[in-house]
């Protein structure tokens, strides 16, 4: 099994602050098999980032993933309020998939 | 518009049974893959089944095989998740969420949850 480890657990930052979130597997993970999503209080994920790098639909530019093998990132260029929640990684294998732990992204 | 909405969770003691419902609508049904993943209180997600967009085809969780049984009605639009055994580490919120096409990875669109609670 493929574990999925994210850092740091929380990430306390101010509006307009750029934000690197990081996601790293415990094996190569396949590029096209790695999204993001972003989790509100009370609210059902949504998808940011697939295959690593491709903004899902509606989803701002200031959004942005990269990486590949092991070591991903979730990049916001510069945070707006709404953007204090926390992000998923995710990743398939075998027919099963698998979640990061979350990072929490905090106002200062 | 997607729409998923789930229904059927409450209240379960340890040993027992509940049933799942996410009614689909917004998109052709038939067309896709479908999963359910949960989320304990104040915990991080976890995937929980998969069932191909034909329905002939599911997979699960260790943690729920030969427990949950997933499945769909194409006809009524709607999947299932049929819980037994439950134990107290299924208290959970459970998302139905829609695989973004066949040959895709991650899920695009997901129903506001069903909280199931397993106490005695």
């Known amino acids: 099994e493929i574990v999925l480890t994210q850092s740091p657990d929380t990430l306390s930052l101010s509006p307009g602050e750029r934000a690197t979130l990081s996601c790293r597997a415990s094996q190569s993970v396949t590029s096209s098999y790695l999204a993001w999503y972003q989790q509100k209080p009370g609210q059902a994920p949504r998808l940011l980032i697939y295959g690593a790098s491709s903004r899902a639909t509606g989803i701002p530019d200031r959004f942005s993933g990269s990486g590949s093998g092991t070591d991903f990132t979730l990049t916001i260029s510069r945070l707006e309020p709404e953007d204090f929640a926390v992000y998923y990684c995710?990743?398939?294998?075998?027919?099963?998939?698998?979640f990061g732990q979350g990072t929490k992204v905090e106002i200062k | 518009e997607v729409q998923l909405l789930e229904s059927g969770g409450g209240l379960v003691q340890p040993g027992g049974s509940l049933r799942l419902s996410c009614a689909a609508s917004?998109?052709?049904?038939?067309?896709?893959?479908m999963n359910w993943v949960r989320q304990a209180p104040g915990k991080g997600l976890e995937w929980v089944s998969l069932?191909?967009?034909?329905?002939?085809?599911?997979h699960y969780a260790d943690s729920v095989k030969g427990r949950f049984t997933i499945s769909r009605d194409n006809s009524k639009n709607t999947l299932y998740l049929q819980m037994n055994s439950l134990r107290a580490e299924d208290t959970a919120v459970y998302y139905c969420?829609?695989?973004?096409?066949?040959?895709?990875?991650?899920?695009?669109?997901w129903g506001q949850g069903a909280l199931v609670t397993v106490s005695s």
């Open positions: 969420a829609k695989r973004a096409s066949p040959n895709s990875y991650h899920f695009d669109y």
């Open positions: 069932i191909i967009a034909s329905g002939t085809n599911t």
């Open positions: 917004g998109f052709t049904f038939s067309g896709y893959g």
């Open positions: 995710q990743q398939f294998v075998s027919s099963s998939w698998t």
